[in-house]
């Protein structure tokens, strides 16, 4: 129920960006990308985050400028901002000085005292893992085609619904494979997250990934957050995301993850902890992190597995090409 240098980050950055046609519920919320001038004669690479918390009326943007060099400021401002109309008009006061904006057409545009301001243009980023295909010794558990209903036999709630994007919708209970599993050399799962603006936290669009039906990677709406282990790709109260790697709601995201199960005892105790490692939209946020684990779910049994299970925690969650290749 979770340091590269700033060139680099910037040209992972644009690898990402596509087209900026996608529909969103939010035409505000999202990513944006362009230039900070913190005085008459200097440019820095900068980039913001547009949360929406409210009816499509109140907007947290937090926007981080990376300096050029080693030895010289970036800049880091949270601003808060009110839709008026079809403009997001920005007057907030961050680092001791008042920011006055607006965000408009795609662009977002705020400036403060001694000529300082920013001008970011809206991007779309996507993983570079969406779609990825299965291998041809992959057990398929959700197949995907876009445009056609997925075949979701492998599962046990006959209740979540089936739509014609190529996904499940959570719905009435929580899903579990009919398969079980220990070891996973390559899971890989897509989801996406409904915009609940006026939701916080655990109520954020919260559901969650179990790997031998015991072990959580957490499935949550983090975009934009100061995170947790308690946050989108966490692992609860063991580990937080390495890295917030969430892409905004309304777009599709990706996990892809090893799993080591449990060694056990000759009774079912835990002799040696599961292990995990989780991608997030292509970044690695968990490397091979422990699990710890006391309780008995596998007493008297000589392997530790179970099934994949997906939790309903009441959030109309989808999710999409779901498929593993099982450990040697």
Request: glycine share 10%; proline share 5%; aromatic share 10%.
């Amino acid at each position: 129920m979770k340091a590269l240098r700033h060139t680099g980050f910037f040209i992972a950055l644009a690898a990402f960006v596509i087209s900026t046609s996608t529909v969103w519920a939010n035409p505000y919320m999202g990513e944006y990308k362009g230039t900070y001038h913190p005085d008459g004669r200097t440019t820095m690479q900068a980039t913001a985050q547009v949360i929406a918390e409210g009816d499509d009326v109140y907007h947290r943007i937090v926007i981080k400028a990376a300096p050029n060099e080693e030895n010289q400021d970036g800049a880091n401002i949270e601003i808060y901002g009110n839709r008026q109309g079809s403009t997001v008009y920005i007057g907030d006061r961050a680092g001791g000085y008042h920011w006055a904006g607006q965000i408009q057409n795609n662009h977002l545009s705020v400036r403060s005292e001694y000529g300082q301001h920013f001008k970011l243009d809206k991007f779309v980023r996507k993983s570079p893992k969406e779609g990825l295909k299965p291998p041809q010794d992959a057990v398929v558990l959700l197949p995907f085609k876009e445009g056609e209903k997925p075949d979701t036999s492998a599962w046990t709630n006959s209740n979540w619904k089936v739509l014609d994007n190529g996904s499940m919708q959570v719905n009435k209970g929580d899903n579990d494979t009919k398969e079980q599993f220990g070891d996973i050399e390559h899971f890989h799962l897509e989801f996406k997250l409904p915009l609940e603006p006026n939701n916080r936290g655990q109520g954020r669009a919260n559901s969650g990934v179990y790997f031998a039906g015991q072990f959580e990677v957490q499935v949550l709406d983090s975009f934009g957050l100061v995170h947790t282990s308690g946050d989108c790709a966490g692992l609860y109260n063991v580990a937080r995301a390495r890295v917030n790697a969430c892409l905004p709601p309304e777009t599709w995201q990706t996990y892809d993850v090893k799993f080591r199960a449990p060694r056990l005892n000759a009774d079912g105790s835990i002799k040696e902890n599961a292990r995990i490692t989780v991608y997030h939209n292509g970044t690695i946020v968990q490397d091979d992190v422990e699990l710890p684990y006391s309780g008995n779910r596998w007493k008297g049994r000589s392997e530790a597995t179970g099934p994949i299970h997906l939790q309903d925690h009441g959030h109309p969650i989808q999710y999409r090409n779901i498929w593993l290749v099982k450990g040697k």
